[in-house]
């Protein structure tokens, strides 16, 4: 007897319909985060260990599914766009959980906390990066409809709007990282030298996550002009 694959049935309908699965994963991945800083605050290493440990099972598994996307992806004769394009689609989601699991990991491997006067900025930092990835799952949800209208105005134009708030989420954390790093310049002289550096580190990670996100939002422009 033959078993199924589990993933085939996400590509009955649409290629969109694995590739909107995948990005689901790696937005409740970056979702943890905010949880994981909030217990590395209160010096809770034994709740942030458990959330770190959860970040990196959805991130396996949404490794899982880009290797099945890749595998399972049908010949480009039989899809509506560039198998090319759906392929450097689907490996940029999937350095959004990356990222996500690189920060939790250093973050809880040094049991870093942050000095108190960065920890409402870092917080809010924290928070537009996620509002990023959410917005990036977002303007993906949208592109099964584009392609099912035809690339009708009316879809095409919600798209364009997700993609313009996208770009000024990701422009809000590149001014809040640099106001984070101004302030981690003014406290190096009181900080141990290596906390430093990897607060560095962490801040600009936080920055690639935000910037992974927007690229998303670049691949699906690249659709859509083609």
């Not at 995948?22 to 605050?41: N, V």
């Not at 906390?113 to 993906?140: D, I, N």
């Not at 422009?171 to 310049?185: E, M, N, P, S, V």
């Amino acid at each position: 007897m033959v078993t199924p694959n589990p993933f085939s049935s996400l590509f009955g309908r649409s290629p969109f319909t694995a590739l909107l699965e995948h990005i689901k994963q790696t937005s409740a991945c970056a979702d943890l985060l905010l949880p994981f800083y909030a217990a590395t605050l209160a010096g809770d290493w034994s709740a942030a260990a458990k959330l770190r440990e959860r970040i990196s099972e959805l991130e396996n598994a949404a490794d899982e599914l880009k290797t099945q996307v890749r595998l399972n992806l049908p010949n480009t004769l039989f899809l509506p766009v560039s198998r090319s394009d759906l392929l450097e689609l689907v490996s940029v989601q999937d350095k959004v959980a990356n990222k996500v699991r690189d920060i939790a990991g250093i973050m809880f491997g040094r049991q870093m906390v942050t000095p108190e006067p960065m920890v409402a900025g870092m917080q809010e930092y924290l928070e537009t990066a996620v509002a990023t990835v959410h917005q990036a799952r977002k303007a993906l949800s949208e592109l099964d409809s584009l392609l099912e209208s035809g690339f009708g105005r009316n879809v095409s134009s919600v798209l364009d709007g997700h993609l313009r708030e996208l770009h000024e989420y990701e422009h809000r954390a590149d001014q809040q990282q640099i106001a984070l790093r101004r302030q981690l310049f003014g406290l190096e002289a009181e900080l141990p030298p290596v906390d430093v550096m990897f607060f560095y580190k962490i801040i600009e990670s936080i920055g690639k996550l935000s910037d992974c996100a927007e690229r998303v939002g670049g691949r699906l422009q690249i659709l859509m002009a083609r």
